[in-house]
């Protein structure tokens, strides 16, 4: 990393101080500039002549020191015995994948074992909650966010900034910001999950079509579905996108070929250690199940129906392997929420507005089915329509925003999905100005906000408000400020009235609901009351979000100039 | 006016939220010291704060920061009372946890306020520099690691220090400043090291005129004098009343302790300390003589006296001697040129002689130089040249403090981060020196952060993976050798006695007994261990099988070595009533070994094992050799697959077996429990007759086979 590298950002530094730096403030009255925000003001001594390569450093370091210091604090199941939450359900795959005999072993916890043999024995281990395995479990989220999440960041924010002609300055901002995002730390870090692999690998898919790298995309998107099959909620928008850049500026099956066969031997790669591993235990004459406790999945029972197959043939436990962890991976046996979900059906089902537990399981799935494409299809037409690179985050967090609305078997945490490519606008053109910054910030903090239940379970208050109120404080935030609501009207780049109003009463809504959630006991008989008021709450601002890009998406497009306006004041 | 971004303010809220997320992080015995101080002073009356020893920790700081803990107290009796229980030793409820660190957070705004008045009391053109000084201070990894992990209020005391350097800055505030140092003074007197350099400043540029050493100016020395006496009167005043200045005094010098701390501080008796072991290598072929006794006591360092094996010892006079020597080099420079950079100079120094030369230095004193050295590391380059090694090692020099794994990572980051940042930050602002630089110095600084980085990685990381702390856990002797059941042992000997004992097991274990054995025990649904060991143990002391080797008893009382060849079973026998006919029993044809070669037809009562081949000992390391079970409760034994080809056992497990039934079975328990009556106990015996979890007194059944168990280590 000597001069060649080093010399661009300082020559590109140039146009920065010219063009419309949007997180510095210029006094009307004496010229002088200022950081708009705190976090433009750490960085501040950073506009000078200090070298990228200096700052990308301490960045990444000051957010590490950030990640590993929540990791002090609880994780979900904490010496709570039946169920010992994600920490141990974690602990536990490692402990499966590194002890049975189907051959996918997991690198993480090879290591592990080698580090200390008795905390994955299997068996034995049920419940473990020792400190220095914490250690060791922390450290594999560090790491693994460290090589995979971050330097997609990294990555992607330079080719997405570079590519809406945005200076290194401001750059290192926004990849702070994103880097500081409170939900993302508190769920992996704290809760403990592995959740910034799946978003590092589908940054790093973003990137690659930033770059123009179709297949290298298609690679990236398939791995992050078989890290964690949540990404599925990117995919609609993603296909339309690949099936827009074969279509127009004007037909390529070349193109729309190669971008299926490698999706195909993606998907191949992906589950052949599995498939490898059950070939070779058949051949080994190890049964596929020698404890006869897994039922046959639903949809191999279904296959049977119609082709027949023996059990003994050789085809028959890769079959199985893979209908068994497709029906593991794919919760249609769940319900159709878990807990409480901010989102449409929770909010319906909880507000009492209507029960849903009413009708059969076939026909809710039904409606959610609908209800997801036809929230999907908008963002779906529009980057099938206007394939254009900068779109893609925008179509992304739309899409992701439908399918956390509406889908089936959500997630509260599920959140994260659509944030990350809603916060990653940040490092686009006017990504830090007061509007876009005010939208993302709104729908980090409420985000974060409607996790709030599920980390006071996992005793994670205390990092709850701390990291919340840091980066609402660091991007100049309500409640830590109002300055973004307060300050210049419309025609200097400020928030329209209406925005306001809705950002302001939002805000109010939820310090008033913290107040009211530690002080006053709920009414008897309803001991879910506040959690119901955060889901409620929290559906309307994903909700007024989902439009929010939508609206974005379609005005970026360009695509329909009457649409434009109809949709603007709908949006704000 | 221009401002300096980020602001003093803004460093401290991000610094904030970082140390609160620290809360629940490692503290050292310095949390409960201070938890003890807090109840000390709040519920003993003050006479008997000095004489109060429940607690190890007894109260040894000087009586300021004694009420100041009283004031803490107020506050913790409102919030948490059970913390200050003198009884309570060790108490750490997250309360408490909560409040004493949020009392260090909130202290250190006395720090934040310091540094403020710092920046403000700069020249415009030096106000940069003094800003960059001033987040330096505050975000110093120092703090971060003795007050918001290790636990202390450093972070208040040195913002005390800092308000009175600053106040020395002007002429018209030296009073005060030297007032607030003697106030600091009373808080902890660790600041007595950098006293010498206050005396003569405030003596030269307050007390003496200006113009000339001989004309002393008496206005000053009385203000000076009497606001002195006055608060060491406020401070000493109630203890001296009562005559307890001897204790106080005992409390707060102990000098019966080492000239080391227990871990070292990097000063020149580490080194001192160094070259004693070295010698003790190199004394026989020096021909020195070696103080045996104490060849043992040095790298412990426990606190105590320290003695050298072969250098002489060091005595509290010597040490005094050379502090005072090479402060005074720095003081007559002070007394003839009584700047405010000359004094901050000679604060430093003094603070570098202490803690070079000191009695009992602790490594966190390093402090007292990194700190005011701080305030003069931008006055050009040749500081900075001088101030980069100090931060390095200074700061490395605290990592001891810190051992647990969880904090490695941020004691490391942290530091390394203050270092890339400030490091960086000083080159551009620090000056060119108007002095040429010394070469040959300056090599040697760049030299020695060279080494000292790959070093420190070694340390930290390598060295510990090479020579193994972790092994500490495996030679640990709380390890189990699961096939002979012993206990106590490390893991290596655990291990090395496992892979003996099923050696062992392997090759003397009755060849002719396995697979019975193992017909026998698949599938048995006895959870225990000991129980399946005894059961089996039983049922086959009595009974043979072709191929064993055996001793036979023949009529004359003769016993004669054999091998069983042939078994004929007879089974038992009922009359059409039901009583007992004949009991089921076996023949044996054996065929003894030489000299007769005759063969006998005997029964199970006249044939003996060989001792030593078949004792529950071994029956037990066998079947822990050849048999899984899985996890859940009920869940039957299984024979090792390969075990299991090797004697054609089944090993398909019987569906009422598996654990889909079983969970089903348990289900249908639980429903007609709930809807029946009080007979479904028997319902139940019916239904599952051999579920092994079913066990009334499971306790009594414990204690029995525990008791046991007991028993047959006693016997053999």
Redesign the interface.
Known sequence: MSSPSSHRPRRRRKGDDTGSASSVEVDAVTG?S??AF?LA??L??AKG??SQW?VL??IL??V???R???G??GYSGLGKPPMHGDFEAQRHWMEITAHLPVSQCWVLAKIGSF??PLWFAL??S?GLDD??L??YM?ATV?CSEYFVYVPAVIVFLRHYSRLQGIGAWDYSVALTAILMQPATMLIDHGHFQYNTVMLGFVLASMSSMLAGRYLWGCVFFVAALGFKQMALFYAPAVFAYLLGTCISPRLDIPRLFKIALVTVLAFVLLFSPLLLGSLYDSYRNVPPDP???V?SPPLLTSIRERVTLSEKSWYFPPILQLTQSIHRILPFSRGLFEDKVPNLWCALHASGVHKLHQYAPATVQRAALAATSLSIMPPCLVILARPRRELLPWALATCAWAFFLCSYQVHEKSSLLPLLPMTVLLGGQRGLTSSTRAWIGFANVLSTWTLFPLLKKDELR??YF??T??WA??MGLPPTSLALYRGSSIANGGLRVGTRILHLSFYAAMVVWHGVEAFVPTPKGKPDLWVVLNVLVGAAGFGICYLWCLWGLVAKSEIVGIGLSRKKAKGS | MTHEYPSILQCAVAATALKILLFPAYKSTDFEVHRNWLAITHSLPVKEWYYEKTSEWTLDYPPFFAYFEWVLSQAAALFHPEMLNLRALRYDSWQTVYFQRASVLITEGMLIYALHRYVKSSSPESRKASQATAVSILLSPGFLIIDHVHFQYNGFLYGILILSLVLARSRSTLLSSGLLFAILLCFKHIYLYLAPAYFVFLLRSYCLSPRSIWRIKFGNVIKLGTGILAICATAFGPFVYWGQLDQLVSRLFPFSRGLCHAYWAPNVWAIYSFVDRIMIHLAPYLRLSVDETAVQSVTRGLVGDTSFAVLPNIPPRVTFVLTLFFQTICLVRLFFRPTWETFVGAVTLCGYASFLFGWHVHEKAILLIIIPFSLLALKDRRYLGAFRPLAVAGHVSLFPLLFTAQEFPIKSVYTIFWLVLFLLTFDQLAPASTQPRVFLLDRFSLAYIAIAIPLIAYCSLVHALIFGQKRDFYKQKKFTCTITGHSGLSFFDALDSEMEGSREVNSLFPDALREPVLRKVQFSTISRIDELVNHVFEEFKHDFFPGEQVTALVGDGQKLEGTVREKAKFPELRRPDGSLQRKAFARYFVKLAEPSCDEALLDGVHLIRERKVFTKQMLRSFLKNTLTREAWSGAPWIVKERVAKDYRIPTEVPSELQYGARSAATKERVATKNAGAGDTFFDYLASQPRLPELKPAKGQKTKISLQEVAKFRQEK
């Open positions: 002088v200022k950081p705190p003001a750490f501040w001594p002549s200090i200096a450093p301490l370091m000051a590490g020191l950030f590993w210091a929540t002090f604090w580090v200390n068996h034995t049920r400190p220095s914490k250690v922390r560090f404890s006869g406790v039922q205390v990092p701390v990291l109120l840091l404080w660091l």
